[in-house]
């Protein structure tokens, strides 16, 4: 079964607007971690966000805010005032438990477009 | 400047040879990672390192060989027996298994 499900393939948004990025993920690990990078068409990596499973509020960084929402077993990555250099994929991930590296699952991935 | 450092960016081989991959890092992380990604498709975890000397098989190991001798380093070799090797590789590392993992540049590899 799939452990990180992004929904959306390709997404479009207008430069300067607000998109959000859905993720869903499943464990039955009380204990987990959540991360959204980002892939612009270089490749690189780029580590945008983190949220800890038993964090109270929900992360943000500059442009970037994860919206949490731990009984659905979701955390949407919110990206306000869109910029051009914001068209990449966007991948979410989630590490489980405490102990091993092995358990860093990443999901499909989200286009994502901004159009000026 | 800390970072972490793959190298080459292109890499063309024969089908038939083995193929070492460069990774290196100066964060002073202890875990270490390598994926693969492939067209269209997320990243699945090859091989991943928590300490000097310690190496783990990820979902997809089968064809590939890690060593970690140093703090700094963890190449990753291809070798003949990986069916389908033509893929991008990502390096990463954290400073434990459980913070954010940090990537290098990548590496395409095409094998014909």
Request: glycine share 8%; proline share 4%.
């Amino acid at each position: 079964a799939q452990k990180i499900t992004q929904t959306q393939p390709g997404m479009f948004v207008q430069e300067k607007e607000a998109v959000t990025l859905d993720c869903t993920y499943d464990t039955s690990d009380p204990s987990y971690g959540l991360f959204w990078y980002k892939q612009p068409s270089s490749g690189e990596m780029i580590f945008l966000i983190y949220q800890g499973s038993y964090d109270q509020q929900n992360a943000t960084e500059g442009r970037y805010s994860l919206n949490f929402q731990k009984a659905r077993k979701s955390a949407n990555l919110v990206i306000s005032a869109s910029q051009l250099g914001d068209s990449a994929m966007y991948f979410c991930a989630m590490r489980e438990g405490a102990n091993y590296g092995q358990n860093f699952v990443f999901g499909p991935g989200t286009r994502l477009s901004v159009l000026p | 400047d800390g970072g972490i450092t793959q190298s080459p960016k292109y890499l063309f081989r024969k089908e038939g040879q083995n193929v070492t991959l460069s990774c290196e890092q100066n964060l002073n992380h202890d875990a270490m990672y390598w994926y693969r990604q492939d067209p269209g498709q997320g990243l699945r975890l090859i091989y991943y390192s928590q300490i000097v000397n310690d190496f783990q098989k990820g979902d997809i190991a089968e064809g590939y060989s890690v060593s970690r001798e140093k703090k700094e380093s963890f190449p990753l070799t291809v070798t003949s027996a990986q069916k389908n090797p033509t893929a991008f590789y990502l390096c990463a590392s954290s400073i434990t298994v459980l913070g954010e993992q940090y990537f290098g540049p990548g590496t395409r590899l095409t094998v014909t």
